[in-house]
């Protein structure tokens, strides 16, 4: 049975929630990563992803300056560097060389991707949409890669700040 209960405590019950890695070169010639928690699969033909992403970000002034982005699927292993992205700005520190990431040059798109991830793909920007606080950004696929070892597993925001994989019991409302 459904009680009603405040937005953010209902809200709180989504986790696991899946994690992405943005990264789009911004106007300094710097390939600036911002791990997000609100993405999605748009379109399977043409294939098409989407993120939102706050709109003060300085990773707003780089998906528009490239008009494209590499979205990365990090894997569990990556979770400390997820955090480094999600809670630093690329306009006070050139992420991926402060944290020493392993990458690896994009084939389709003027970009990297995250040679740990469980998977990468790149996308060329189609459309974005002001949606309140943040903008919605959609890309068409243009390459995609796997990692080479298929047993990696996904990193999950977990809630309240935790990431890890997606295990059952690993969440905060079951801790």
Known sequence: MQQETSYAKAIGRKYPEAVVIAVARDPQGYCNPITLGWSMIVSGEPPMLAVAI?????????????????????????????????????????????????????????????????????????????????????????????HSDPSLERLYSLGGGALGPALPGNTLAQR
């Open 54 to 146: 706050n709109a003060g970000a300085h990773s707003v002034g780089a998906f528009r300056h490239s008009r494209a982005f590499v979205l990365g699927f990090p894997s569990a292993a990556q979770a400390e560097e997820a955090l480094f992205y999600g809670t630093r700005s690329g306009r006070d520190v050139h992420k991926l060389e402060a944290y020493g990431a392993a990458t690896q040059p994009a084939t389709a798109v003027d970009g990297v991707l995250l040679s740990d991830a469980v998977a990468n793909f790149e996308c060329v920007l189609e459309s974005e949409t002001p949606t309140g606080d943040h903008i919605v950004f959609v890309g068409r696929v243009v390459a995609s890669h796997a």
